[in-house]
Antibody, heavy 121, light 112 residues
Framework: QVQLQESGPGLVKPSQTLSLTCTVS????????WSWIRQLPGKGLEWIGH???????YYNPSLQSRGNISADTSKNQFSLRLTSVTAADTAVYYC???????????????WGQGTMVSVSS | EIVMTQTPLSLSVTPGQPASISCKSS???????????LYWYVQKSGQSPQLLIY???NRFSGVPAKISGSGSGTDFTLRISRVEAEDVGLYYC?????????FGGGTKVEIK
């Protein structure tokens, strides 16, 4: 079965770069939409962005161009980098597999367990 | 961006009674291809969100028949016919007709 696992530091200093990796098993990241979603404390869910075809990516404009998602097909992993972080980026970060057709991503059917990242000095 | 508004914020339900959650979108989720890009998730305590319903009314694999979705255009509803302890959690609607993908604020379902 498809499994996703996030990894990365749980604490990042303000103005630095948040880096997370998602390791996928049970499916190849060469197909599908591989996504990052976060859950801000006490709040709802926010789509960060996704990558597909191992190189094409889309991002939420709310990130103000701070996000970058990349893929390493040799390791079946994809990664998120978020630059210039502030306390407002403190959240639980999930990676997820998105399904859809050639036109668009439609929904997320498998999620990682999530990893808490705090931004603090 | 499309704003998804869920009501109520929370719901306390007697076991065996029905529950209903509303989700309204700021724009129609009906695409010219005939699909309506509206989805429902539940997040149970300490877990990741799980897909319940896709394209308004289709139950995802393993989702019991007591859970149903309905609606069209901009107004949607998730119903649980008989709430049990296993249904406790946070319920979210999501749209994917337009970037950025957006979620509703969530509805907390509790047992009385």
């Amino acid at each position: 079965q498809v499994q996703l696992q996030e990894s990365g530091p749980g604490l990042v200093k303000p103005s630095q770069t948040l880096s997370l990796t998602c390791t996928v098993s049970g499916d190849s990241i060469n197909s599908g939409y591989w996504s990052w979603i976060r859950q801000l404390p006490g709040k709802g869910l926010e789509w960060i962005g996704h990558i597909y075809d191992s190189g094409v990516s889309y991002y939420n404009p709310s990130l103000q161009s701070r996000g970058n998602i990349s893929a390493d097909t040799s390791k079946n992993q994809f990664s998120l980098r978020l630059t210039s972080v502030t306390a407002a980026d403190t959240a639980v970060y999930y990676c997820a597999r998105g399904l859809g057709d050639w036109l668009r991503i439609e929904y997320f059917d498998h999620w990682g367990q999530g990893t808490m990242v705090s931004v603090s000095s | 961006e499309i704003v998804m508004t869920q009501t109520p914020l929370s719901l306390s339900v007697t076991p065996g009674q029905p529950a209903s959650i509303s989700c309204k979108s700021s724009q129609s989720l009906l695409h010219r291809n005939g699909k309506t890009y509206l989805y429902w998730y539940v997040q149970k305590s300490g877990q990741s969100p799980q897909l319940l319903i896709y394209e308004v009314s289709n139950r995802f694999s393993g989702v019991p028949a007591k859970i149903s979705g309905s609606g069209s255009g901009t107004d949607f509803t998730l119903r649980i016919s008989r709430v049990e302890a296993e249904d406790v959690g946070l319920y979210y609607c999501m749209q994917s007709i337009q970037f950025p993908l957006t979620f509703g604020g969530g509805t907390k379902v509790e047992i009385k």
